[in-house]
């Protein structure tokens, strides 16, 4: 699942991480980001809980994890959160008698067949989404601010 937001402020402080050495404006941005997924992966793992239910529901909210993309543009910072893949979580994958593989934590989100979807990571998005945002926001002005001290990103 991907979404693009707009952060109020951030030309002016992408405007200032611009100025900033390199490094130390990836380094803030990175910090940020990490700090703003943690908001979404704790509420991702209680929709899991509540909304998923039983055992395979508090086995997913344990396996819901924050990871990097392989590849980034540059001068963006994204995490993903969602569940770990098939090889960290195994009990995620069934295989059929044709030998497809179904990744049931989709078949959840999305729905399949008959079955309604259960879009426990799409509204623990949309629940806290304004609060990742301003947890970005504050954290990357807070990292300028100590590198304009003299201190590391």
């Known amino acids: ?9 951030g030309k002016e402080l992408a405007d200032k991480m611009l100025e ?11 910090k940020a980001v990490r700090k703003s997924t943690a908001v979404v992966r704790k509420a991702a793992r209680a929709n899991a809980k509540a909304m998923v239910g039983g055992t395979f529901g508090t086995l997913l909210a344990r396996h819901i994890a924050t990871g990097t993309p392989r590849r980034q543009r540059r ?10 893949g098939e090889d960290k979580f195994p009990e995620s994958v069934e295989i059929s008698a044709s030998g497809r593989r179904n990744y049931i934590p989709a078949a959840l989100e999305y729905g399949h067949g008959n079955a309604r979807p259960i879009p426990f990571l799409r509204r623990a998005w949309d629940t806290t989404k304004r609060e990742a945002l301003a947890v ?5 002005a807070a990292g ?10």
């Not at 601010?145 to 590391?152: C, F, L, P």
């Open 144 to 153: 300028i601010e100590r590198v304009a001290k003299g201190g590391k990103g």
């Open 136 to 140: 970005i926001q504050r954290e990357v």
């Open 20 to 30: 900033l050495e390199r490094k130390s404006a990836k380094t803030i941005g990175r």
């Open 75 to 84: 001068g963006t910072y994204t995490l993903d959160v969602g569940p770990h």
């Open 1 to 9: 699942m991907s979404s693009e937001v707009a952060l109020t402020g």
